[in-house]
């Protein structure tokens, strides 16, 4: 069984288009849900070796671990590390008392 589910596009580099592909396909005769990364370009076009496989029995679980993740899950989230300095406005800063850093 093969079926394509959707497309995502994923972006170009060099001249060569790359989608992320979700489809259900049988290998070694056991269905599964198949995520890949196919690329088209003048040399190839086809699937690549990025991607997974979910089998069919796991399929329920998968379902219940993408449906737990929330949208604001998905947000960029500023660490403390990550977030602008704070400016201190002070013209002493870092000079001791004989005026030296």
Known sequence: MEKDIGKIPKGEYQGTITE???GLREYKGKTGID?????RSETYTGPTKKGLRIPAD???DF?????SI???DLTEHKTAAQQEPTIIDNDE???DEQGLM
């Open 20 to 22: 992320i592909v979700i």
């Open 35 to 39: 995520i890949r990364e196919f690329t």
């Open 58 to 60: 796991k399929f329920e």
């Open 63 to 67: 379902k219940t671990m993408i449906n």
């Open 70 to 72: 929330d949208s604001s």
């Open 93 to 95: 800063a870092g000079i």
